[in-house]
Nanobody
């Protein structure tokens, strides 16, 4: 079974940083694209970032320059380094894997999802 578990969330002040981890089990992460998504209360789930099998990356405009996605295939883990956090970054964050090597354009194309980790940014 393909399983993903997120960790690293928490509460921070504006301007703070967090590193989220997405640990995979039951499959080899090296053969998959991995995406990060977030959902704030009352809002639709949105894509944050994605890294393809080949290492290509993309970011939502709202996080460009502040978030960095990376992968450590030896540890079967993908990371999302977040710096200069803002209150609008508050959300539940999820990692997900599609059945493709590239990054699909919509959340519906991602077939395996973690349970999420909560990020709260407030003063």
């Amino acid at each position: 079974q393909l399983q993903l578990v997120e960790s690293g969330g928490g509460s921070v002040q504006p301007g703070g940083s967090l590193r989220l981890s997405c640990k995979a089990s039951g499959f080899n992460l090296a053969y998959y694209a991995i995406g990060w998504f977030r959902q704030a209360p009352g809002k639709e789930r949105e894509g944050v970032s994605c890294i393809s099998y080949a290492g290509n990356t993309n970011y939502a405009d709202s996080v460009k320059g502040r978030f960095t996605i990376s992968r450590d295939n030896a540890k079967n883990t993908v990371y999302l380094q977040m710096i200069n956090l803002k209150p609008e970054d508050t959300a539940d964050y999820y990692c997900a894997a599609p059945k493709t090597t590239g990054c699909p354009p919509t959340p519906g194309r991602f077939s395996s999802w973690g349970q999420g980790t909560q990020v709260t940014v407030s003063s």
